[in-house]
């Protein structure tokens, strides 16, 4: 061993007690809750959650424990760590979109042949809609026709209750199916936005070489994508299709049960309005 580290190794040997002795000669300080301070040759019960000063034997100050310190250490890691894993969550994220926007169109010609079809199926949804309403409205404008047969005879004969339920339930069809109708024509701001959005993003992912859009998507060497899948978009849209379909199935059963019972109920109102004139 050189002289050289024999005299430190003679130093650190030689400070070693006086380093413990200033050790256990320290004594630590707090404020309590209450306002008063306390002393103790360890931490004093009255000082836990509190900042705490250690004192050498000559009381000068030489560390501070700020408990507080430590928990903001700790919740800002703990935000820090949320964040990250937000930010890897959202990149995720958008490597899938990516990867599925090319595996759903090969050239910018089918985004919009998708566009046209997707409107297509829209304009279809609102005529629909709109044939409903005016079905709903027809059938409340005959509803009336025999709510003034009764309100013709100035209070000598009330309208039956089902004739009042059911004036009650055309209106809430009618509103239904305007509201309906509105979100349909709405619905063509949605499908422009999705499809242009999904034009832009394709044109900047077709304008890189191979190399580049395969780092862009986080594709491995070699990784292509080779079947097309829907759009959550598509998803969406076919839901919405199916349930629409469900809808106007119900509807049309519904529609017959009633075109039945307003049948049956002309027959009635034509008979009693025979017999009236009859006994004029």
């Known amino acids: 061993m050189s002289p050289k580290r024999l005299v430190i190794l003679a130093a650190a040997l030689a400070a070693a007690p006086l380093l413990a002795q200033a050790q256990s000669a320290s004594t630590y300080r ?5 306002g ?13 959650g509190r900042l705490v000063e250690q004192l050498n034997s000559q009381g000068m100050v030489i560390r501070r424990i700020d408990p507080e310190a430590g928990e903001k250490e700790l919740a800002q890691k703990e935000a820090e760590r949320e964040a990250k894993a937000k930010l890897e969550a959202a990149t995720r994220e958008s490597t899938r979109r990516d990867r599925a926007l090319l595996a759903t169109y090969t050239s910018e010609k089918d985004i919009e042949e998708q566009r ?10 609102v005529r629909e809609a709109e044939q409903r309403v005016a079905e709903h409205k027809k059938k409340r404008a005959g509803l009336d026709k025999e709510l ?11 309208p039956p209750a089902k004739l009042t339920e059911e004036i009650r339930q055309a209106d809430f069809d009618i509103k239904v199916q305007e ?19 999904d034009k832009k993003r394709y044109q900047i992912l077709s304008g890189k070489n191979p190399a580049q859009r395969a780092t862009a998507l986080g594709m491995e060497k070699g990784v292509t994508v080779t079947t097309k899948g829907p759009s959550s ?7 919405s ?35 009236q004139q009859q006994t004029r």
């Open 116 to 125: 046209a079809r997707a409107l297509a199926d829209n304009y279809k949804a």
């Open 148 to 158: 003034e047969f009764y309100n013709d005879k100035k209070g000598k004969s009330k």
């Open 241 to 275: 299709e199916a349930q629409r379909r469900a809808s106007q199935e119900r509807y049309e059963a519904e529609r017959l049960d009633r075109e039945r019972e307003d049948a049956r109920r002309r027959a009635q109102y034509e008979q009693m309005r025979r017999q």
């Open 233 to 239: 978009y598509d998803e969406q849209r076919a839901k």
């Open 30 to 34: 707090c404020q309590g809750k209450d």
């Open 179 to 197: 509201e309906t109708l509105e979100k349909w024509k709405k619905e063509v701001v949605n499908i422009n936005a999705k499809y242009d959005e």
């Open 36 to 48: 008063k301070k306390y002393y103790g040759n360890t931490v004093p019960p009255q000082c836990y």
